[in-house]
Nanobody, 126 residues
Framework: QVQLVESGGGLVQAGGSLRLSCVASGRTLSSLNMGWFRQRPGKEREFVAAIRWTGDSTYYADSVKGRFTISRDNAKNTVYLQLNSLKPGDTAIYYC???????????????????WGQGTQVTVSS
């Protein structure tokens, strides 16, 4: 079993930045592919970014490409999501998740992930 705990969310003005962290316990993250998803108010959960267990491959949703950066530190069992140039439309609960599979298609599906954190709220004011 893997327990994931997100942190780093908060209230920020448009144009600002935040760094989200996801710390794992119960199992090392070094062999797991990691993703970030978000659920905006009144919307379904959507893919944001993912990083392969090796750290050498990443995917991003078009809506965040160039503004968000996913990274990982396997020694710290932690995955990060750097959020820059935030917009009010980025307001959401952000979740990290862990998966054993990796491919351009399935990595963007939340059904591909076996473990989920409880989420951290990001609110961007205009």
């Amino acid at each position: 079993q893997v327990q994931l705990v997100e942190s780093g969310g908060g209230l920020v003005q448009a144009g600002g930045s935040l760094r989200l962290s996801c710390v794992a316990s119960g199992r090392t993250l070094s062999s797991l592919n990691m993703g970030w998803f978000r659920q905006r108010p009144g919307k379904e959960r959507e893919f944001v970014a993912a990083i392969r267990w090796t750290g050498d491959s990443t995917y991003y949703a078009d809506s965040v490409k160039g503004r968000f950066t996913i990274s990982r530190d396997n020694a710290k069992n932690t995955v990060y999501l750097q959020l820059n140039s935030l917009k009010p439309g980025d307001t959401a609960i952000y979740y990290c998740a862990a998966a054993q599979i990796w491919s351009p298609t399935v990595t963007r599906r939340d059904s591909s992930y076996s473990y989920w954190g409880q989420g951290t709220q990001v609110t961007v004011s205009s």
